[in-house]
């Protein structure tokens, strides 16, 4: 079973490039989201969504885009890649039922 | 916002003690989980509490859903070094904004 599969796991950006996140789920879950892991941080929320169409600001949108047009995918795009923005990058899915989020196995990335 | 504070930070036991952690909320949660986090990979669920006053085991792990419905404890017995890793608590209200918000983790490390 897939489960919640991230690409790419590591990436380097230039200060000032785009780039988007992918996020894919195979479990048919409603639940979607993004979460960014600093040293001490523990997991901040950025975006999340309760289903296709729709999607909410978390603790830490700014600089982060979303979009849910299906319910397999959430892509979050980097719109100007910033040093602040280096950071561990998690996507989850579950169900609303349930709420028990599955992690995907991060995106390590660096902004220089 | 909603709130999770995770104590403590970090432990340090030897092997073959017993570990407890915990976390509380200014918010009242109608679910609660309980995730570790092994170095490079994402969280995974270790327990998952519905119900107030809940009291749930995996193993050695035992985990308690407060009656106030702000608060949780997870207990590891007799700990061995595969234990080491980071734990989150996760709280998930069906109340206002439907999102999953964090603990600050504790980093638990065992002397052999």
């Known amino acids: 079973n897939a489960g919640v599969t991230q690409t790419p796991k590591f990436q380097v950006l230039k200060t000032g490039q785009s780039m988007t996140l992918q996020c894919a789920q195979d479990?048919?879950?409603?639940?979607m989201s993004w979460y960014r892991q600093d040293p001490g941080m523990g997991l901040r929320l950025i975006h999340y969504?309760?289903?296709?169409?729709?999607?909410d600001q978390g603790e830490v949108p700014n600089g982060y885009n979303v979009s849910r047009s299906t319910t397999e995918d959430f892509p979050l795009r980097l719109l100007s890649a910033a040093p602040s923005q280096t950071s561990v990058y998690f996507c989850?899915?579950?169900?609303?039922?349930?709420?028990?989020?599955?992690f995907g196995q991060g995106t390590r990335l660096t902004v220089v | 916002g909603q709130q999770l504070n995770q104590s403590p930070q970090s432990m340090f036991i030897q092997e073959g003690e017993d570990v407890s952690m915990n976390c509380t909320s200014s918010?009242?949660?109608?679910?609660w989980l309980w995730y570790k986090q092994d170095p490079g990979e994402g969280p995974v669920l270790l327990i998952a509490?519905?119900?107030?006053?809940e009291l749930t085991s995996n193993g050695r792990l035992t985990a308690q859903f407060g009656i106030t419905r702000k608060d949780s404890f997870l207990n590891i017995s007799a700990s061995i070094p595969s234990d080491v890793g980071i734990y989150f608590c996760?709280?998930?209200?069906?109340?206002?904004?439907?999102?999953?918000?964090f603990g600050q983790g504790t980093r638990l490390t065992i002397n052999p």
């Open positions: 989850a899915s579950g169900s609303r039922v349930n709420t028990e989020a599955f």
């Open positions: 479990m048919n879950h409603e639940y």
């Open positions: 969504s309760v289903g296709a169409g729709i999607t």
């Open positions: 918010s009242i949660f109608n679910t």
């Open positions: 509490l519905y119900k107030a006053g």
């Open positions: 996760a709280g998930f209200s069906i109340q206002g904004a439907q999102k999953l918000v």
